[in-house]
C-alpha cells in the first residue's frame, strides 16, 4: 500500500499591532492642530497690544485730538513684524479741532514705523484732513451756504438783496491758503459772468488760511467732496512720540 503523503499546514504570521505607534502621531496631529490654532491668536493679540500702545502715543502728542485715536498696522503675519520691531504700513483715523475749535477728521498712511530715541518715527507719512462744510463759515456770514457741487468743486449759495446766488468754483491751494475760482454762477436763476466784480468780492470772503498740521506735514493738495473740503499732505522723518 501506499504510504499517504503528509499534509503541511502553513503557519499564520501576523503583522505587529499599528495601534501602538498611531498614538504618537495622534499627539503629534494634536499638538500641531492646537499650534495652528494658536498662532493667529497671538498673533491677532500681539497686533491689538502694538495698536493700543501706538494709539496711546500719538493722542499724548496731540492735544486737539477728541478722542482716543484707531491705530490699524497692516502686513501679515504681524508676529514676524513685532519681531523686527518694524512696521511696513500704519494707519490712523482720528478726530479733532483745530487751534480755532473747528472740528476735522484726520485719515493718516505712516510708512516705515519703527522705534527710534525711546519714541516711535514714520520715513513718511501722507494724510487727508477733512473738514466738514458746517464749520467752514466764519460765524458772521449766515447768508453763506457751502456744499458739494461734483466732480471736486465747491456750490457757494448765498442771498442778494433776497434774490439767491449760486456759484460753482473750483478749490485751488496756493501754500496754506484756500481759495475759490467761480466756473459758473446765476443770480434768480440767470446766468452771470463768473468773472464779475460782484462774484470776486463773494468769493474773497471765502478765502481760509490753513492751520499748522500736526506731525510737521505739509498741504499738497485740496479738493471738495461729499463729506467736506478735503486736503491732502504729506511729511518725511515723522516723530510719534
Known amino acids: 500500500m ?140 449766515t447768508a453763506t451756504r457751502l456744499s458739494d457741487a461734483g466732480g471736486g468743486r465747491l456750490l457757494v449759495r448765498r442771498s442778494v438783496l433776497g434774490v439767491p446766488l449760486d456759484l460753482t468754483a473750483e478749490v485751488r491751494l496756493e501754500g496754506s491758503v484756500l481759495s475759490l475760482r467761480a466756473e459758473s454762477a446765476s443770480l434768480g436763476g440767470r446766468p452771470l459772468d463768473p468773472d464779475s466784480p460782484l462774484i470776486a468780492q463773494a468769493l474773497a470772503r471765502q478765502t481760509r488760511t490753513l492751520p499748522e498740521l500736526p506731525l510737521g506735514l505739509r498741504p499738497t493738495g485740496v479738493s471738495a467732496g461729499p463729506d467736506g473740503v478735503t486736503v491732502t499732505a504729506r511729511a518725511g522723518n515723522v516723530a510719534l512720540g
Open 2 to 141: 501506499t504510504k499517504p503523503t503528509p499534509t503541511y499546514t502553513p503557519t499564520r504570521f501576523r503583522m505587529p499591532s499599528a495601534r501602538p505607534l498611531r498614538r504618537p502621531r495622534t499627539a503629534l496631529a494634536a499638538a500641531a492642530a492646537v499650534l495652528l490654532l494658536a498662532l493667529p491668536v497671538a498673533d491677532c493679540a500681539a497686533r491689538g497690544l502694538t495698536e493700543g500702545r501706538l494709539a496711546d502715543r500719538i493722542a499724548r502728542r496731540q492735544p486737539g485730538l477728541t478722542a482716543r485715536p484707531e491705530v490699524t498696522v497692516e502686513g501679515l503675519p504681524f508676529l514676524l513684524q513685532a519681531a523686527r520691531d518694524s512696521y511696513p504700513e500704519v494707519r490712523v483715523r482720528a478726530d479733532g479741532t483745530t487751534g480755532a475749535g473747528r472740528p476735522v477728521t484726520a485719515d493718516l498712511t505712516l510708512e516705515g514705523v519703527s522705534p527710534r530715541g525711546g519714541g516711535y518715527r514714520a520715513s513718511a507719512a501722507s494724510a487727508r484732513f477733512t473738514a466738514p462744510y458746517a464749520s467752514l463759515g466764519d460765524g458772521t456770514d
